[in-house]
């Protein structure tokens, strides 16, 4: 009977070893990629067709013209809200605990949410957007 529990006792071990071992190397692998990650910002012009920042959803020369046709306090509250999306998002791409699909699944909410609210200025705009909006429009890929 003793002897059983040892084995069992040892077997028990041996998992939380292997545990421990397969955790350290995905932090080191995980340390890597972040390492890479913030090599390929730094290098400059090798991504400069990557847009550095996504734009930010605010009243602006053409957004203004919106307030025309749109009550103002209804787009300050639509941009606001494309606003706290796009921030969400970004925290979760540089949350080092957030992984791959961590990310995905945060970059279909921030989709969903800016896509929907762009679609709402479209409505209340008769089906059109200023440029300064459209890059977001083209950046989520909302259709």
Known sequence: ?????AIALMSSITSLVSIIKKW???RKVREKHELEKESIYMEGDVHADVPK?????????ASKTLSKVIPEDILKAILDNINKAKERFI???DDPVCNRQCEDQEHVIA???ICGELER???LNNRQLPKDLEILWISFQCD
């Open 111 to 113: 989709s969903a949410t």
């Open 24 to 26: 350290q190397s995905m």
């Open 53 to 61: 920042e996504i734009p930010e959803a605010e009243p602006s020369e």
């Open 121 to 123: 200025i479209k409505r």
């Open 1 to 5: 009977m003793s002897l059983e529990i």
């Open 91 to 93: 925290k979760a791409i």
